[in-house]
Nanobody, 121 residues
């Protein structure tokens, strides 16, 4: 099994910055991909940013140029640097990891518990 611990959410004014972290632990054999999703009230969960094991990244159009995803493979941790935040970025942000654990030949996805990001003056 894989456990994900997220941190870094909070309240910030428009134009401000936050950095989210998600640390994966457990019987991890390899991590294929790590990413961030968000869900605003009354809306479906959507992809924010995604990074695969060789470093290739993908961003939602709404965050391109403002958010940066990165990962520390040694720490099994993924980060989301969020700059120039807007009120419409307000949502619960979830970490997602696709990994293979030591007890299985297959990959599976794991989700964090979510961290609230509120952008408001």
């Amino acid at each position: 099994q894989v456990q994900l611990v997220e941190s870094g959410g909070g309240l910030v004014q428009p134009g401000g910055s936050l950095r989210l972290s998600c640390a994966a632990s457990g019987s991890i054999f390899s991590i294929n991909a790590m990413g961030w999703y968000r869900q605003a009230p009354g809306k479906q969960r959507e992809l924010v940013a995604h990074i695969i094991s060789f470093g290739s990244t993908n961003y939602a159009d709404s965050v391109k140029g403002r958010f940066t995803i990165s990962r520390d493979n040694a720490k099994n941790t993924v980060y989301l640097q969020m700059n120039s935040l807007k009120p419409e970025d307000t949502a619960v942000y979830f970490c997602r990891v696709v990994a293979r654990t030591g007890s299985s030949p297959y990959v599976a996805e794991y989700w964090g518990q979510g961290t609230q990001v509120t952008v408001s003056s």
